[in-house]
């Protein structure tokens, strides 16, 4: 499982949340995705599309000006 870390700060809605569902559906189920986002909108935008992916909102934190989301791909892992 891997894990991979998209540096989104400074970009706008929806560019952020266009630019996770890219790589999202690049990654094998099980890989992991940090989102580093500073648009607040990504706050509404980045549990939306996960729930439109299917995939799995594990944790999200905001401190001041900066917003992190750690997301699972979802699926079956082939062995």
Do not use: H, W, Y
């Amino acid at each position: 499982m891997a894990e991979q870390t998209l540096d989104l700060r400074g970009l706008r809605c929806p560019l952020p949340a266009l630019k996770a569902r890219k790589v999202l559906g690049k990654l094998v189920p099980g890989d992991a995705l940090v989102l580093e986002c500073t648009d607040p909108l990504t706050a509404i935008d980045i549990p939306n599309l996960v729930r439109e992916t299917g995939d799995v909102l594990e944790s999200n934190s905001e401190s001041p000006g900066l917003l992190v989301f750690r997301i699972r791909k979802a699926g079956e892992r082939k062995a």
